[in-house]
């Protein structure tokens, strides 16, 4: 009786995270893996073919940009590691009493508006007007108003700045963890402070490294408003032709099988990465 009252209640509990899956995750991209795959011949008339996979791979565009989403997202997450692993060091191994809470706080509370505001914020501060431009020119480097914004630059900053806290959290929560008398007898064996680091520190922050990674390139190659807003018109990034292939063109089918695309080099990216730190996933998530 005990045994069938702890079975239910494990399957209660588990029942709004399976429909979550299968309702939320799994139904759509069948749904889209089917669309992806229907070639329309009329306004009634569907088909099955490769039609919309074949203009990928011919159109010269869709696979420029989506190699260059996919290089920039490698970057853009690499850099984001960069920035985040010395302040995540700082308040796993620094950080004491009230003061680590504290920093964790300041990273946090950027995060409490949305990325539309985020966004926007980088904007007042990097267009012609705005308060870097302004400093230039105050400053004599600068004959006039100087325009940072709808560039390459501009967009991996808006990026960069939106996926540090995903890489910061997983990276705190590893270090966090980590003896540091191991630092110590690394430097006691004659390490400086790159043996030290490529040895000992790295190895240990290995899962919070992969996992902030993972996360980070997914949330940068799936990333919309950043890339259009900061990159403006000339932006090419893969989601805005998705976005133009379903609600512009209303092209679902050609729209669904360049989701696929996406989702399949995400899916081969955190693959690749996963084998190349040999590291699983089961390790790496939890």
Not at 142 to 166: H, K, Q, R, T
Not at 208 to 236: E, H, N, Q
Request: glycine content about 8%; hydrophobic content about 55%.
């Amino acid at each position: 009786m005990k045994s069938s009252a702890s079975r239910l209640s494990l399957w209660l509990l588990l029942t709004p995270f399976l429909l979550w899956i299968v309702l939320l995750v799994l139904v759509p991209h069948m749904q889209m893996l089917r669309v992806s795959f229907q070639v329309r011949e009329s306004w009634d008339t569907l088909a099955w073919g490769l039609e919309q996979y074949q203009n990928f791979f011919t159109e010269s565009y869709y696979w420029r940009t989506f190699v260059r989403t996919g290089v920039m997202s490698l970057f853009t997450t690499f850099l984001t590691l960069l920035v985040a692993f010395p302040v995540a060091w700082y308040i796993a191994k620094m950080a004491r009493g009230r003061s680590k809470g504290i920093l964790f706080l300041a990273c946090l509370i950027p995060f409490w508006a949305s990325e539309l505001v985020r966004t926007y914020g980088w904007m007042i501060l990097l267009r012609e007007s705005g308060l870097f431009s302004s400093w230039l020119q105050a400053l004599g480097w600068a004959d006039g108003p100087v325009e940072m914004l709808y560039n390459d630059v501009a967009v991996i900053i808006g990026l960069v700045y939106n996926g540090l806290l995903f890489m910061v959290v997983p990276l705190v929560t590893t270090l966090d963890g980590m003896d540091e008398n191991l630092v110590e007898a690394g430097y006691d064996l004659g390490g400086g402070h790159a043996t030290v680091l490529r040895e000992v520190v790295v190895p240990w922050a290995m899962p919070g490294i992969v996992s902030g990674c993972i996360v980070v390139f997914m949330l940068t190659l799936g990333s919309y408003l950043t890339p259009v807003l900061m990159g403006g018109k000339d932006s090419a990034w893969f989601t805005e032709q998705i976005f133009t292939q379903f609600i512009t063109r209303f092209n679902w089918e050609q729209g669904a099988a360049l989701g696929v695309l996406l989702l399949v080099l995400s899916s081969v990216m955190v693959w690749l990465g996963l084998k190349l730190s040999g590291q699983s996933l089961r390790k790496v998530m939890g």
